[in-house]
């Protein structure tokens, strides 16, 4: 559990330094990553982290997905507080780096709404989002472990998808933790609550609408 807890902390701190770092740089340097390169930048730091440690922890790295897990009984709910946690460490850790090094940026990769975009409308596309990350995951994985080619491949390149197309409007988050940590330091919490109620709302969806298209058995207790 120790190994899994680090993995999870040390996944999650590289996916949000290198993340939030991207939209960070990008703008403190007037667009000189542009949108495109940093949805590239969310897509490749998931892929590698899931390569890194999916065999280890899952390659969770999100409140969401974690809950997702043990919700369709692969992941013991008993463990689904450490992992948090864990998560948290190190989004919050990355964040606090960020700030760090970048004092001059005033949103460290925080998430909120485009202006005049509705909270209520963008809870919605936050939780769909959510339910198409975690629909990927949930297809992909082999119990509460993210393996192999397949499994990084399409969670990243979900990912990437994702941030292409939504970043603009909500930033695309997907992600409780990745929001909470950088308003942690910039002290903007009107939105917050978006964040964190639509991701985990749109995991939990995924993982019930996995029993109507497939058996019974993918929702069932495996390598917990």
Not at 41 to 60: C, Q
Not at 92 to 97: D, R
Not at 147 to 176: D, R
Request: net charge neutral; with cysteine; proline share 4%.
């Amino acid at each position: 559990m120790k190994k899994k807890l680090v993995a999870e902390t040390l996944g999650t701190f590289a996916m949000i330094f290198c993340g939030c770092g991207a939209m960070t740089i990008n703008e403190i340097t007037n667009g000189s990553i542009g949108h495109i390169g940093v949805a590239i930048v969310w897509g490749l730091i998931v892929m590698s982290m899931i390569y890194a440690f999916g065999e280890t922890s899952g390659a969770h790295f999100n409140p969401a997905v974690t809950i997702g897990f043990a919700a369709a009984k692969k992941f013991s709910w008993q463990k689904v507080p450490f992992y948090v946690i864990a998560q948290a460490i190190g989004a919050i850790s990355a964040i606090f780096i960020l700030w760090f090094l970048f004092p001059e940026s005033e949103f460290l990769g925080e998430t909120t709404p485009r202006e005049n975009f509705p909270a209520y409308k963008a809870a919605v596309l936050e939780f769909l989002l959510t339910f198409f990350l975690m629909l990927t995951i949930i297809n992909v994985s082999t119990g509460s472990k993210e393996t192999g080619t397949m499994a990084a491949i399409a969670v990243g390149g979900i990912i990437l998808l994702e941030a292409m197309f939504a970043g603009p409007i909500t930033k695309a988050s997907m992600n409780p933790i990745r929001s909470i940590a950088p308003a942690l330091f910039t002290g903007n919490f009107q939105f917050l609550w978006l964040y964190i109620l639509a991701p985990v709302l749109g995991a939990v969806t995924a993982v019930i609408s996995c029993k109507w298209v497939k058996d019974d058995a993918c929702c069932t207790s495996n390598n917990c």
